[in-house]
């Protein structure tokens, strides 16, 4: 089986900063994209970013400028740092990777639990 484990959310005030971490685990042939999504309550998970296994990166317009997504490809791990939280910020943020294991044709996506993102003086 794989699983994907998310760590760092938390609590922090408006203008910190927070670093969310994501490493899949399990029977991993390859990991092409990874990414971060999040889900405010009452309204739909969204992209916030991604980056594909050569680095490529892209982001929500609503965070660039304020957060880096980073893999480590050895460690199967994917990072999302976010500077300057704002409220709306607040939200479950997810981890998600396109991968395939040894018995798989294609490639399949899989998501992490959620970790908490709460932003608030």
């Known amino acids: 089986q794989v699983q994907l484990v998310e760590s760092g959310g938390g609590l922090v005030q408006p203008g910190g900063s927070l670093r969310l971490v994501c490493t899949a685990s399990g029977s991993i042939f390859s990991i092409n994209a990874m990414g971060w999504y999040r889900q405010a309550p009452g309204k739909p998970r969204e992209l916030v970013a991604a980056?594909?296994?050569?680095?490529?990166?892209n982001y929500a317009d609503s965070v660039k400028g304020r957060f880096t997504i980073s893999r480590d490809n050895a460690k199967n791990t994917v990072y999302l740092e976010m500077n300057s939280l704002k409220p709306e910020d607040t939200a479950v943020y997810y981890c998600n990777a396109d991968l395939k294991t040894a018995a798989w044709s294609k490639s399949r996506f899989r998501w992490g639990q959620g970790t908490q993102v709460t932003v608030s003086s």
């Open positions: 980056v594909t296994s050569d680095r490529s990166t």
